[in-house]
């Protein structure tokens, strides 16, 4: 585990000590500053359900940035300024899923691009839509509806999975081709909780399900999310290259995406892993 991972996985077991610590949030501020902090509420959290020092109220993007501004600021930056050349009419003033996706597929600068299928503690686990993935500039008339992507901080990779466990999920998974299923645990802002591992150490329990925080609400909602961690399962080919996801393998409820079923095609996510490069991090 190196000084990344270390940090989010610090993070993240003091939020856990309270669920009223954290919640999800698209709001931001007026800088490129998310709303996470280690020192307790700040002025404009504007939830009165955060308690404690270690609070979190932000979306993945904005939770993802925080890290590499403690850490790795000189990545931050990079990806900052290819954020403001290129989607400066993005409405979050930080780098969006997308935009690091898109970043770091550029054989960007300071960091490693690599297979999800290598992820290793301390990487940046990002993915999003083709149609967000494949853009070149925000243009707010003609952006795309819906998910914009997923970005995680790498606590864990190459899990072992259980093929017999998801057996009877709906995926398009061929080992005889040589795909494996690879088991990821993150450090993530998200409204959708994660495979909890009991038996792990630390204990990687999701603890994003706990009761609702009063005055916080996500889409009108009371939220329920937030900063917490857990294990992702993906299909990956025979050279660790991303086919599949899914949140919770073992949650019958949780499918794994694309699907190809309904609006996603197989092929429809892109996803990788980016490594950050000495030059990346804090001196």
């Known amino acids: ?30 800088t490129d500053v998310p709303f ?3 020192n307790g509420p700040q002025p404009g959290f504007g939830c009165p359900g955060l308690q404690g020092q ?3 109220r932000t979306d993945c993007s904005g939770w993802v940035s925080y890290v590499l501004q403690q850490l790795a600021m000189p990545g931050y930056r990079a990806a900052k300024a290819y954020r403001d050349a290129h989607y400066a009419q993005d409405p979050c003033p930080y780098p969006r899923a997308y935009i690091y996706c898109n970043y770091f597929q550029q054989a960007a600068p300071l960091f490693t ?16 839509p083709l149609t967000w993935a494949q853009m070149t500039a925000f243009d707010p008339a003609n952006a795309p509806a819906g998910d914009t ?7 864990q990779g190459g899990m072992p999975i259980n093929p017999a466990a998801i057996q009877a999920k709906s995926l398009d998974y061929h080992p005889e081709n040589g795909d494996r299923l690879v088991g990821i645990v993150v450090a993530d802002s998200s409204t959708v909780t994660h495979e909890s591992l009991h038996n792990s150490t630390p204990p ?7 009761q609702p925080k009063p005055g916080c609400l996500w889409d009108g909602q009371p939220e329920t999310a937030g900063l917490s961690w857990g294990m992702i399962t993906f299909v990956v080919d025979a050279n660790g290259a991303f086919r599949q996801f899914c949140f919770d393998a073992t949650d019958p409820g949780n499918s794994f995406h694309p699907t190809g079923q309904g609006t996603e095609a197989p092929g429809s996510f892109v996803s990788l892993v980016a490594r950050p490069e000495a030059g990346a991090l804090n001196a």
Do not use: K
């Open 204 to 210: 990687y329990v999701d603890c994003r399900a706990n």
């Open 36 to 38: 996470v902090s280690a």
């Open 54 to 56: 270690y609070v979190s």
């Open 113 to 128: 691009a690599l297979p999800v299928g290598q992820a290793e503690p301390g990487e940046v686990l990002v993915w999003a």
């Open 149 to 155: 992507g997923h970005i995680m901080i790498v606590l």
């Open 1 to 30: 585990m190196n000084a990344l991972s270390q940090f989010a996985e610090n993070f993240v077991s003091q939020v856990n000590l309270n669920s009223r610590s954290t919640v999800y949030s698209y709001a931001h501020g007026t």
